[in-house]
């Protein structure tokens, strides 16, 4: 499973606790018929992921999430390389408001990433109902 990578930049945080969630990851993009090629994901603090959506996206908001799809072959596109940018004070915030663990949230949002590659989107009320059920059957994976 040596396609899935993991950084941290500019938080703390124990990277060592997502050993299992490289083959949950694999399986998710399998029942997709995806493969990954390759993932970094980058977790990093509120003020690295705001400043990223200012520069590359020209969001001026804070976010959990920011995936850069790195595959631009048009005949592999069931291929999955990709950035994924992950602000853990987001995910500490998150979870507290929903009232669940750091590690499901954390979970959630690491598929998330994944499901946006595969094609799931979130723009409207139809398709963030359709995310979510993705996320949790993704969860259920787990």
Request: proline share 0%; net charge negative.
């Amino acid at each position: 499973m040596d396609n899935i990578y993991f950084f941290k930049e500019d938080c703390q945080f124990d990277l060592r606790k997502l050993k299992k969630h490289k083959k949950w990851l694999n399986q998710l993009a399998d029942q997709y018929k995806y493969e990954i090629a390759e993932i970094n994901y980058i977790f990093c603090s509120d003020e690295y992921l705001h400043k990223i959506n200012l520069d590359y996206l020209d969001h001026d908001t804070y976010t959990d999430i920011i995936t850069f799809d790195l595959n631009d072959s048009e005949e592999q596109n069931n291929l999955i390389e990709s950035d994924i940018f992950i602000s853990i004070d987001r995910i500490k915030e998150n979870a507290n408001n929903l009232k669940i663990g750091f590690e499901q949230e954390l979970s959630r949002v690491m598929a998330h990433g994944i499901l946006h590659l595969i094609g799931f989107k979130d723009k409207t009320e139809d398709e963030k109902s359709k995310m979510r059920e993705a996320e949790n059957k993704a969860l259920e994976l787990l």
